[in-house]
């Protein structure tokens, strides 16, 4: 059909890239001629070089978690940095695929498109409870992992090792840091879509007991499948560490992402399975063809600028008795400066001038949505861990204080003068556009949260079978919020004041409480390789919990007079090591109640803390090496879940939970042939989910199934540099990755695309 067209239009080049690459470049040969410089002064040592890569972690990074993850009575992935460089991965969202069920299925309300890591997880959206080293991150950006070791999945409620979370788990991501011994190495990949990318990392000691590490990266890219849509973006990590082989370390952080991004609103749900027509007096609109998934509805103005920069201090001190002692300090701080036009093809919004020439068609650009936010995070955290006998119980305890403070201060801003963006074509449209005025219109809110927690760990051990896993955390937390809004023809609180009056918004924005979490795991261990386990963890997250925006308003959820809402998971299962402790695999069946949650009641639209919630499942796992030769990692899991009490939230009615898959599978495995290529690939499935219930009408109700399959191969041209190359959908499988609440909008999966990658190690 002439008129669905795709148009890829020419990223602009930007010289911080070029630059980038040009400091690598020079980069490289220095580090070589140094290190060629060190040999020679030194003598000569002889090392055997080994070829293995595992994608198997035997610990968590944070100090909470005092046993090996065969020894931990929970569910949790770690993915390794080793895995992510395998893959081509370069963002949050694109790491937690090694994990099953866990990912961006949500776009957002109607008028307000999600941008950055929207994470669900087991049923919830787990965007709150993302951590760098321990520490909450606040924003809604999309997380560059080029400085990070790790991520850790921990699924089950975490408010014992967190404090206020998710109800069905937290992220946490390990930072890269200073190390001993000499490293240089980088990366310089180019592929569809005009994405260009390059990383730098080098470590090197400063004498005997200090080193410096320097973590570099630029990126210009589209995205792949997506017309004018950019992901652009530059960031720095030094990291400076002292007293290396020494009691006392102390290691400094510093790490800044600049963002320049064009976001993407999503494509019109036109023409997708389980569509029909928005308006019963034009039937035809439900048989249109699906428009193309490239067609991009926003315009050239639109942005999504992001500066984020993080400050930490890490203090170690181990004692001479075993015990050691860390405290961390760190200051963060994230703005987030959009305007996103998104759309809403409504029968109203939605045009056909002529019903029987879908060309003719137009849908409104009438959604814009605007953010100018700044979140700021001040924190320091003091732990203490040791080991101990009490008789014949040995005790793995891990004890803590933790301070602070979370600020979130926001600008409002919004449409001038009744001015707005011309209509789009549906089949054809064009993001040249002109006509929407905007800026600040006075209103600001501030929300601030102080928390201070106490926390004890421990793990009793007795003998060698039997072990018991018991946390307990008190927070007190104390959340204030202030704001100012511009007055609207319906607002209550304006009076006979003129629309666009500033007054004041909430009028008593205060909430302290208490916030008390725990579990209780019990481990048997039939053989040193392996455990049988049994968990109970509770978690808590009050009113503005995630946002720290309360309202006085009687038909808000965030309205300060409502309790925490309240989750609990009980959790069995097993781990077991194979091939010397170089495969793990594991399985557990869960039950995650969710209950005193705020729910709005669909007749009189107020809201009631009556709600409850399960979700329930079995998740399987395997990582690590079946040979020297053959990496594997892997994962499945089933979600069962349902609305106990309240109001159903799924479009089609059933008391099923929205932006859930019922299964999803993942894997990743890859072999080194005898002449030293490398081959591998993956597979991954996301059974269908549901959507959410609004006044939406023909729009699908749920997303279908999918299979995904990714391929690789690399080859070590020389021993200091390696080509890699990324297939991605090598199928090129056409399918929804993720789907607003009321059904107009999605985002299209990424179709067949490719990554070609220069790696270069000293």
Known sequence: MAY??????????????????????????????????????????????SKETSYKADTLSSPKFTEPLVDTPQTITVIKKEILL??????????????????TFYVGENGNTSTGDTIYMRGFDSSSSIFVDGVRDLGSISRDIFNIEQVEVIKGPAGTDYGRSSPTGSINLASKMGKRGDSTSGTLAFGTEEQKRITFDMNRELGETAAIRLNLMGQESGVSGRDMVEANRWGIA?????????????QLNYLHVTQNNIPDGGVSTIGLPGYSSPDPTRPQIGSAPAVDSHNFYGTVHDFDDVNADQFTAIVDHSFASGATLRNTSRWGRTHQDYMLTSF?????????????????????????????????????????????HTGAVEHDLSTGLELSRETSSTTGVAVKNGSTWPAANLYDPNSNVNGLQ???????????????????????KFGEKWQANAGL???????????TVACTASAANCGSKPVGTIVPGVVDGKKQDNLLSWKLGLVFKPAAAGSVYVNYATSAQPPAGSTMTLSSSANSLDNPIFEPQEAATIETGAKWEFFGGKLLVTGALYRTEIKNEVVQDPVDLQYYQTGKKEVKGIEL???????????????????????????????DGSRDLTYTPTTAFTSWTTYRLPFDLTIGGGVRYSGEMKRGTDGAIGTPDHTESYWVVDAMAAYPVTKNFTLQLNVYNLFDEDYV????????????GAPLSAMLTGIVNF
């Open 4 to 49: 669905i067209k795709s148009r890829k239009r020419p990223l602009t080049s930007q010289p911080r890239l070029h630059a980038a690459a040009a400091a690598l470049a020079l980069a490289m040969p220095a580090a070589a001629q140094a290190q060629a410089t060190k040999e020679q002064q030194l003598p000569e040592v002889k090392v055997q070089a």
């Open 438 to 460: 905007w800026g600040p219109n006075g209103a600001l809110a501030d929300g601030q949260t102080d928390t201070f927690a106490a926390y004890l760990f421990d793990v009793l």
């Open 621 to 651: 796992g395997v990582v690590g090496q079946i040979t020297p030769d053959w990496n594997v990692s892997a994962g499945f899991t089933t979600m069962d879940t349902e609305v106990k009490s309240g109001p159903a939230i799924s479009r």
């Open 238 to 250: 030094p990291s400076l560490v002292f007293g290396l082989g020494t009691p006392t370390r102390v």
């Open 473 to 483: 955390r008190l927070d007190h937390y104390k959340t204030t919020f202030d704001s």
């Open 86 to 103: 395998e893959q081509g991965a370069t963002t949050l969202t694109e790491a937690l695929r090694n994990t099953p069920g866990v990912g």
């Open 737 to 748: 990755a993720a789907i607003n609440k009321s059904g107009y909008r999605y985002t299209p």
């Open 344 to 388: 809403m093809a409504s029968a109203a919004n939605l045009k056909t001038p002529n019903i029987n020439d879908p060309s003719t068609w137009t849908v409104a650009r009438s959604n814009p949505t605007f953010k100018d936010q700044t979140n700021t995070i001040l924190t320091n955290q003091t732990n203490v861990s040791m080991n101990l």
